[in-house]
């Protein structure tokens, strides 16, 4: 299935209105659909590098309002059916204690799953279903997915094709290990260096 919505994806490329799907497909992944908006980025880049920031832009403005949506999914659908589900099986507590671990750390939670290439979808919808600052969730989701697209954009138009296998296969582990490493440097900062 995921190979046909893949080859589904990679055929809007080539439409008359190739930006308004990329603008929706960018759209529908923060909140619900699994494949990414850089199999259209990628492409599109490629064949009119002096639109590749216009595109980067379309990328990051759709994806940050699919972020709301998926933030809006989690907020009602768990009032509607989370929350007494909770209550009926006696775990509404549990999850209080939850919400607070989540939104101590979901600015970070956020823009790690915004600009890494795990999926976004998760984290919209948990920090609607945990009532995480709005504010603070959109300038994380933007902090986060425009690093992401114009840097995929940059390489594009400045190295053409030849760094599209680069973007493909090894970007998103180099975006994850840069993220990641960033965070163990402010967690060691935080913990392991003495503070008087």
């Known amino acids: 299935m995921l190979t046909s919505l893949y080859q589904w994806t990679l055929k809007k490329v080539a439409h008359p209105q190739a930006e308004k799907w990329l ?33 980067a832009a379309i990328c990051t403005i759709a994806s940050v309002i699919g972020g709301a949506f998926g933030y809006a999914l989690g907020f009602f659908l768990f009032d509607l059916v989370g929350e007494p589900l909770l209550a009926f099986y006696g775990y509404a507590e549990k999850f209080e204690s939850f919400q607070a671990s989540f939104n101590d750390y979901g600015t970070w939670l956020v823009f790690v799953f915004g600009i890494t290439f795990f999926p976004f979808k998760v984290i ?14 959109l300038a994380a989701s933007l902090a ?20 599209q296998a680069f973007v493909e296969k090894r970007l998103a582990f180099v975006t994850t290990v840069v993220v990641f490493l960033g965070i163990a440097g402010f967690v060691a900062l935080k913990y392991l260096i003495p503070h008087d």
């Open 144 to 163: 986060a997915r425009a690093p992401r697209f114009f840097i995929e954009a940059a390489l594009l138009w400045r190295f053409g094709a030849p760094i």
């Open 124 to 137: 919209t919808i948990a920090s609607g279903v945990t009532g995480l600052n709005f504010g603070i969730f």
């Open 23 to 55: 603008a929706g497909i960018s759209f529908i992944e923060s909140s619900f659909f699994p494949i990414p908006p850089d199999v259209m980025l990628g492409p599109m880049a490629l064949a009119r590098p002096e639109r590749a920031f216009r595109y």
